[in-house]
C-alpha cells in the first residue's frame, strides 16, 4: 500500500487533505499522473499544508463553474443516431466517447472521463446518463438512441418507435385492393 495525499475530493476515496492508503497501481496510474494526489512524504507534507488555502480557493472556484455548467447541462437530452436489429439490439454499443462527443455538439465541452457509465448502451431507447462535472457535482444527461431522427423525434414524446411499427404492420388488414396493385404493374393481359 502507497500513502497518499488527495490534492481534491476523489469519489469513493476521501476529501482534499485527506491521508489516504491506496494500491501502488491506483496511485501509479491513475491518482499521481491525474494530479489528484502526491505522496505523503514530510516534504509533500509540508508544503501541502502552506499550500492548502490556495489549493482549496482553485478547488472552490472550480466547483463553482461546474455547477453554474450544471444547472445548464442537467436534463438536456442528445440523440445518437446508430443501426440496429428489428429487436431494438444496437449492432455495437454506445460509449463514453460516443456521449462526449454528443453533449459536446450540444453546445458544452464534456470529457469521455467526465462519462460515467455502468455498462455500455447496447438497446434503442432513452438511456439516463451520468456526467460528473467535478468532484462534488454530478448532472444526468438523457441519451436518446435511435435509428433515425424522425424514431428520436418518437421516443423524446413517449412513443415506443418498434411497437408502433408492430403495429403498423399487424393492424393492416390485407384488402383485395392491395392484392390488385402488382397485377396493374405488369401490363396489359
Not at 502552506?50 to 447541462?73: D, F, H, I, P, W
Request: proline share 4%.
Amino acid at each position: 500500500m502507497v500513502e497518499l495525499i488527495l490534492l481534491e475530493r476523489v469519489e469513493k476515496l476521501g476529501q482534499m487533505g485527506q491521508l489516504v492508503n491506496v494500491k501502488p497501481g491506483y496511485a501509479r496510474n491513475y491518482l499521481l499522473p491525474q494530479k489528484k494526489a502526491m505522496r505523503a512524504t514530510k516534504e509533500n507534507l509540508a508544503y501541502f499544508e502552506s499550500q492548502r488555502t490556495q489549493l482549496e480557493a482553485v478547488n472552490l472556484e472550480r466547483k463553482s463553474e461546474a455547477e453554474l455548467v450544471g444547472r445548464k447541462l442537467d436534463g438536456v437530452s442528445v440523440v445518437i443516431v446508430r443501426q440496429a436489429g428489428e429487436s431494438g439490439q444496437l449492432y455495437g454499443s454506445v460509449s463514453a466517447r460516443d456521449l462526449a462527443d454528443a453533449v459536446t455538439e450540444a453546445g458544452f465541452t464534456v470529457e469521455k472521463r467526465q462519462i460515467v457509465l455502468d455498462r455500455p448502451i447496447k438497446n434503442l431507447g432513452l438511456h439516463a446518463v451520468r456526467v460528473v462535472l467535478h468532484p462534488g457535482v454530478s448532472v444526468t444527461v438523457t441519451a436518446n438512441i435511435a435509428q433515425s431522427a424522425e424514431e428520436a423525434r418518437m421516443q423524446a414524446q413517449g412513443i415506443d418507435p418498434l411497437a408502433a411499427r408492430e403495429e403498423e404492420e399487424a393492424g393492416e388488414p390485407f384488402s383485395g385492393e392491395r392484392a390488385a396493385r402488382p397485377a396493374e404493374s405488369e401490363g396489359p393481359a
